[in-house]
Structures are given as structure tokens and as C-alpha cells.
């Protein structure tokens, strides 16, 4: 985008259900004219690193969007149960700094299953229809198990994208962690949502937030948003009737169609906001 200042486009995580919210509202506001899949840096964590593997591939929105109103046959849904997020609350709540507390999160993580011991890169690779990194600024969020460091991919990583994307997406207790380079990660939705900051340098900002609530202020996407300090910016987040149509399970592909249909429909009273930050 030229003359209006450097875009970003920020996708956050949500299951899969956050997968067909975003993608019904990227598609509705295509359709009215406001088209958010040129933004200059693209930033995708856990559902949001699929949406933005694929626009920043310029795959069609209406094919994408079409995609998610069909049976999800082939898709490999999940569960994170009751019992499985309250193993991920003493990390957090135990002192020391955010990498210490991500560390805690990846112990539980390779505690659940052994990195690599699901075929988490083939369940990807059947979401893309494209697995090359675009030319298209687009950075993955994931973060190191062991570590807890907090790690952005890009085409310059030396990464396959489908690994990236499979590792941003690897929540811990419901997928393994990643193994990349003899190392293992996990979801980057862990530090946050959906990681504005990660966008830097830029004028314009909408912010895609399938789960807008953070574990932290320092981590919240408003904090976020103060430090990257765009000139105008938007947070979408769902409204009552999309989080209806989630359902009580982010992971079951059976609420796919309801949430990107959604979607579609909440985005129609968001053309005037988004035309404002994305063109004004």
C-alpha cells in the first residue's frame, strides 16, 4: 500500500474456530472494498500464523472463505480440557520473568507428549494450499519449549513455512511441541494472543482477536499497541454472535461454518472503521 503509510495486519489465535472468524472477516471486508490482504507485514499467531500463511500467499479470500463452509471431513479437530488449561495456570502464576514463566509452560508441554509425536506438519500441509514462504513480509510466532524464548519466523529464518506455522500452532497438552533445528516449540499464543508488538515500524494497524484477553497487561494487546504506536489502528474481536457460534470448544471443526459465516456477518459493521485506518 503506497501513500498511506506502512500496514499491518495482525492475526491472532483462536482455534479453529478463529481460523473461519478471521477468514469471514477478511472475506467480508473484501467484498466491500476494503482489502486487508495487502497490508505490508503480516503477523499470524497459532490460528492466525494459518490465515496469514495464506494471505500473504494472495490466495483468494473467497476461496478461502468458501473452503471453510465445507464439511471439515479431513480436518483433526481437538480439546483443551478443563483439567489440561489448569496444569497451564501455575507457570504464570509462579514468580519470575515472562521468559521463566514460558519455560514452566514448555516443561508441562513435553511433560503432555513428546515433541514430534504427532504428525502435526501434516495436518498443516493439508490447511495451505500453498507451503512456500511469500514474498509478502509475513512472521510466525512460536516459542521455544525449553527455553521459553519468545521467537519470531520468517522467510529468512531457514525455516519450512509449514514447520513454522505447524510450531505456532502446537498448543500445549492438546498437540506436541515442534521439533525445528533440534529444537522444540510451541504455540506463540503463550506470550500473547496475538503479539502486536511483533509489528513494528508501521503507520496503520488492524488487529484480528479471536481471543482478546491477556495473562498479563504487559502482554495485552492495548500494551502492545502503545509500544508499536501506530498513527491509526483497530482491535477487532468477536461479537456475541460469533463467540455463540465458537461454541464452548475452539477446536471442533464442526463450528468452522457458523464462525466464518460470522464473521462474514460481523464485518459488515466494521467497513467504515476499517476503510478509515487502512486508507484514511
Not at 479431513?74 to 514460558?102: H, Q, T
Not at 503432555?112 to 514474498?135: N, Q, T
Not at 461454541?247 to 464485518?267: F, I, T, V, W
Amino acid at each position: 500500500m503506497t501513500g498511506h503509510g506502512r500496514t499491518a495486519l495482525v492475526l491472532g489465535g483462536g482455534g479453529i474456530t478463529g481460523i473461519a472468524w478471521e477468514i469471514g472477516i477478511i472475506a467480508g471486508l473484501a467484498e466491500a472494498g476494503v482489502d486487508l490482504t495487502d497490508a505490508d507485514i503480516v503477523v499470524g499467531t497459532s490460528a492466525g500464523s494459518v490465515v496469514g500463511a495464506q494471505v500473504a500467499n494472495d490466495v483468494p479470500t473467497a476461496d478461502l472463505y468458501a473452503a471453510q463452509l465445507e464439511p471439515p471431513d479431513a480436518e483433526l479437530g481437538g480439546r483443551l480440557s478443563r483439567i489440561a488449561a489448569l496444569k497451564l495456570a501455575p507457570p504464570y502464576l509462579l514468580p519470575g520473568s515472562g521468559r521463566d514463566k514460558l519455560a514452566r509452560v514448555g516443561r508441562v508441554a513435553r511433560a503432555a507428549h513428546e515433541p514430534g509425536s504427532a504428525d502435526r506438519e501434516g495436518v498443516i500441509r493439508s490447511r495451505l494450499p500453498v507451503h512456500a514462504w511469500p514474498e509478502r513480509d509475513l512472521r510466525i510466532t512460536a516459542v521455544d519449549a525449553e527455553s521459553g524464548e519468545f521467537t519470531v519466523f520468517t522467510a529468512d529464518s531457514g525455516v519450512d513455512l509449514v514447520s513454522a506455522v505447524a510450531a505456532s500452532c502446537a498448543v500445549p497438552t492438546v498437540w506436541p511441541p515442534v521439533e525445528i533445528g533440534g529444537r522444540s516449540y510451541m504455540d506463540g499464543g503463550m506470550r500473547s494472543t496475538a503479539n502486536v508488538d511483533v509489528a513494528r515500524d508501521v503507520e496503520r494497524v488492524v488487529v484480528l482477536a479471536p481471543l482478546p484477553r491477556s495473562l498479563s497487561k504487559k502482554t495485552s494487546i492495548r500494551a502492545q499497541l502503545e509500544r508499536v504506536a501506530p498513527r491509526e489502528w483497530s482491535v477487532v474481536t468477536p461479537d456475541p454472535e460469533a463467540l455463540a457460534a465458537f461454541g464452548r470448544n475452539l477446536l471442533d471443526p464442526a463450528r468452522r461454518k457458523d464462525a466464518a459465516e460470522a464473521g462474514l456477518r460481523q464485518s459488515r459493521g466494521l467497513v467504515d472503521e476499517i476503510r478509515h485506518v487502512w486508507t484514511a
